[in-house]
């Protein structure tokens, strides 16, 4: 699909992606970033290539995660 490609292009770096943010790009679809942002770590995952220079790097990516992370209320 369009949308695939998209972030295939994002994905690798590719010059055709060059000033689309992935907001400006899941805008444009009616998604969320993150869903933007999981589909091009999964084609990233799936061709062995390391994130582009428009996506954080896994390690960044697992220190947000740990940040954002909610206490859990008992």
């Known amino acids: 699909s369009k949308f695939m490609l998209g972030c ?3 994905a690798t ?8 943010s ?12 993150q ?3 999981k589909t091009c770590r ?3 995952r799936q061709l062995g ?8 790097t896994e390690e960044t990516a697992a220190k947000f995660r740990m940040a ?3 206490p859990h209320r008992q």
């Not at 770096?13 to 689309?20: I, L, Q, S, T, Y």
């Open 8 to 10: 295939y292009l994002i």
């Open 22 to 33: 992935m907001e400006e790009y899941a805008l444009k679809w009616g998604v969320g970033k």
């Open 68 to 70: 954002n992370r909610r």
């Open 49 to 56: 290539l390391p994130p582009s220079r428009y996506m954080r």
């Open 13 to 20: 770096g590719d010059a055709f992606a060059e000033g689309v």
């Open 35 to 37: 869903a933007v942002s």
């Open 42 to 44: 999964v084609i990233c």
